[in-house]
């Protein structure tokens, strides 16, 4: 269980757990959402196509994601697996992440569900934004990422649902309790 997709609403804790499951697996998170804000604070012509969509929560173009996604597919810490969080993010990301995979002699072994209320998540986001300062975490903007996530990423769950690699963790509850549960889905998966 190496390969894995981590699935779940913004605000459902994707990030924290990403880096923890990471750790425990021994692979790397690649988090787009990272690479788009390291790249908007560098200034790089990336980041500044980027921020046109992330500052308003609107997904940024297939083309540009995927491209910086199967660059970033080619490192070499990848080559024992890897933990994506927040990719793919519609349809159209899970074929070419397909293609991507095949094109290395691979394929994904599983996606998580991270799951949580939307009330809750909207909360945590909001407190949030208090902490980090990130410009998506405004209450219009956070609504926005949650409509996108349930109109573009939601289906991609039932997909992976049909293809038996799907399975789904409750994302309520303290970090380290979540962690465990999800290491305990992975386990089972296998
Ligand atoms: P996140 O940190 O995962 O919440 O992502 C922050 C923002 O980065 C999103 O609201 C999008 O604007 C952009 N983003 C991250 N991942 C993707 C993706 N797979 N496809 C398109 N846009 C993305």
């Not at 980041?47 to 070499?76: C, K």
């Not at 094109?103 to 072994?109: E, F, H, M």
């Not at 649902?161 to 963790?169: E, I």
């Not at 970090?175 to 305990?184: D, G, H, K, S, W």
């Amino acid at each position: 269980m190496t390969r894995v997709v981590l699935l779940g609403p913004p605000g459902a804790g994707k990030g924290t757990q990403a880096a923890r499951l990471a750790e425990a697996l021994g692979v790397p998170a690649i988090s787009t959402g990272d690479i788009f804000r390291a790249n908007i604070a560098g200034g790089t012509e990336l980041g500044r196509t980027a921020q046109g969509y992330t500052s308003r929560g609107a997904l940024v173009p297939d083309e540009v994601t995927n491209a910086m996604v199967a660059a970033r597919l080619d490192e070499p810490d990848v080559a024992g697996g890897f933990l994506l969080d927040g990719y793919p993010r519609n349809v159209a990301q899970v074929s070419e992440l397909d293609a991507m995979l095949a094109q290395r002699g691979t394929s994904l072994d599983v996606a998580v569900e991270l799951t949580a209320d939307t009330e809750v998540v909207v909360q945590r986001l909001l407190h949030r934004a208090t902490v980090e300062g990130r410009e998506d975490d405004t209450e219009p903007v956070i609504r926005h990422r949650l409509d996108v996530y349930r109109e573009q990423t939601e289906p991609i769950a039932a997909l992976y649902a049909t293809r038996g690699l799907l399975v789904r963790v409750d994302g309520l509850g303290d970090v380290p309790v979540v962690t465990q549960r999800l290491l305990a889905a992975l386990r089972e998966a296998a």
